[in-house]
T-cell receptor, first 112, second 111 residues
Framework: DVKVTQSSRYLVKRTGEKVFLECVQDMDHENMFWYRQDPGLGLRLIYFSYDVKMKEKGDIPEGYSVSREKKERFSLILESASTNQTSMYLC???????????FGPGTRLLVL | GDSVTQMEGPVTLSEEAFLTINCTYTATGYPSLFWYVQYPGEGLQLLLK?????DKGSNKGFEATYRKETTSFHLEKGSVQVSDSAVYFC??????????FGGGTRVLVKP
């Protein structure tokens, strides 16, 4: 079974802090994705990566950056956390020409 | 751009009732269509998919048919169980590897 793990289930940070969210997949998938999930808005794509050191902006990249130094790991960085970044963050991975994305359990981030 | 519209919830049903969740889409070309399900406290998982017009995806008693003429992919289940309580997301994949999701529909099945 594909396994996508995220470093934390719950996280509380203060405004202005730098926040790192880590995601690891164990199936050698080329593509990895970061979404945020907000009630009524569904999932919105922040960034994705189709190869090591490659990244592309999704629909809402502002205030975020990403890092992919190894194939199995994709990190989401909030450079200076703000209260409007309080959300559920979901990581996903997929094969090169996917029909299916595999999701991690999510990190619920609260920014105070 | 691409978009997915699904009915707002919550949808509250009794066990063994019939469930329908409407989903319509806007996309260029011929997208693949998906239903994902998110059980409480978990990430999303693929429920079913269809890759071309008139295809029917099915899994765990759920079905959805890709209707190109009405740009729809409605999810149905004939007899729901309490364990079907979850949030259901309709999604499409057009060009590239990006999924576009609808807003999600929360379903609550009462015994």
């Amino acid at each position: 079974d594909v396994k996508v793990t995220q470093s934390s289930r719950y996280l509380v940070k203060r405004t202005g802090e730098k926040v790192f969210l880590e995601c690891v997949q164990d199936m050698d998938h080329e593509n990895m994705f970061w979404y945020r999930q907000d009630p009524g808005l569904g999932l919105r794509l922040i960034y994705f990566s189709y190869d090591v050191k490659m990244k592309e902006k999704g629909d809402i990249p502002e205030g975020y950056s990403v890092s992919r130094e190894k194939k199995e790991r994709f990190s989401l960085i909030l450079e200076s956390a703000s209260t409007n970044q309080t959300s559920m963050y979901l990581c996903a991975s997929s094969l090169e020409s996917p029909d299916t994305q595999y999701f991690g359990p999510g990190t619920r981030l609260l920014v105070l | 751009g691409d978009s997915v519209t699904q009915m707002e919830g919550p949808v509250t049903l009794s066990e063994e009732a019939f469930l329908t969740i409407n989903c319509t889409y806007t996309a260029t070309g011929y997208p693949s269509l998906f239903w994902y399900v998110q059980y409480p406290g978990e990430g999303l998982q693929l429920l079913l998919k269809a890759t071309k017009a008139d295809d029917k995806g099915s899994n765990k008693g759920f079905e959805a048919t890709y209707r190109k003429e009405t740009t729809s992919f409605h999810l149905e289940k004939g007899s729901v169980q309490v364990s079907d309580s979850a949030v259901y997301f309709c999604a499409l994949k057009a060009a590239g590897n990006k999924l576009t999701f609808g807003g999600g529909t929360r379903v609550l099945v009462k015994p």
